[in-house]
């Protein structure tokens, strides 16, 4: 009888640059049990990660080493364009789940046809581990879909500094059939660092974003 695995299958893209907490983090993912992961680990910076690294010989990671320096965006498309699982999840470095968060964020809308994307709360901490923020997001920042016309009205939201952390797609998981990984491409090529929030609007028009009042997210802010 064969065995059919009933995990979420997700695609995690982890840009790396120079960070001393690398080991920690992709351990911290690969401590999620319940989600049948697939991890691109990206080097963008030109010194490698030692062969020999625990980590590297997981089945589940894929090393890529860049030869120069590509930057964050350059780094997070292509990872973007190797994933193939039904959810993704764009990460860095300096981010951390609790346990089980990726299940936990995936559940709502997994066999769900009504949502695109699930996001969760989550907390900035420096590296002494104490809170520094804590980004409470709601329902109200991804909840559009009334006033998609309105197009220069959310888009101001989204652009504004103040809400810089919570309309994002970082935190998020995507179902990869509404990630237009093109368009993914075009859209930081054109709008650079604010390309995040529009290609989050952009989704937006026309599908449901699910939140989760959970707080699932650690990111370590370096000193």
């Given at each position: ?14 840009a ?20 049948n992961?697939?991890i ?14 625990s ?10 080493q ?26 860095s ?7 089980d ?88 090529k ?29 990111a370590?802010?370096?000193?």
């Amino acid at each position: 009888m064969k065995i059919v695995n009933t995990k979420p299958e997700l695609s995690v893209v982890v840009a790396h640059y120079k960070s001393k907490r690398i080991k920690k983090v992709i351990n911290n993912l690969l401590s999620m049990k319940k989600v049948n992961l697939e991890i691109f680990l990206i080097n963008d910076h030109i010194e490698p990660i030692k062969k020999n690294t625990s980590y590297l010989k997981d089945k589940r990671v894929r090393y890529i080493q860049h030869k120069k320096n590509l930057g964050p965006l350059a780094t997070f498309n292509e990872g973007v364009k190797m994933s193939k699982r039904k959810y993704i999840l764009i990460s860095s470095d300096h981010d951390f789940f609790k346990k089980d968060a990726l299940q936990k964020i995936i559940k709502p809308i997994d066999n769900n046809k009504n949502y695109a994307a699930s996001f969760s709360n989550f907390n900035l901490i420096n590296e002494r581990g104490q809170i520094l923020k804590k980004y409470i997001r709601s329902s109200d920042h991804f909840s559009y879909m009334g006033y998609s016309n309105n197009f220069f009205r959310a888009l101001k939201f989204y652009l504004d500094p103040e809400h810089s952390g919570k309309a994002v797609f970082i935190y998020s998981v995507f179902k990869t059939k509404f990630f237009d990984k093109e368009k993914f491409y075009q859209f930081h090529k054109k709008y650079g660092l604010n390309a995040d929030r529009i290609f989050v609007y952009d989704i937006i028009q026309n599908n449901k974003i699910y939140y989760l009042k959970d707080t699932l997210f650690t990111a370590i802010i370096h000193s």
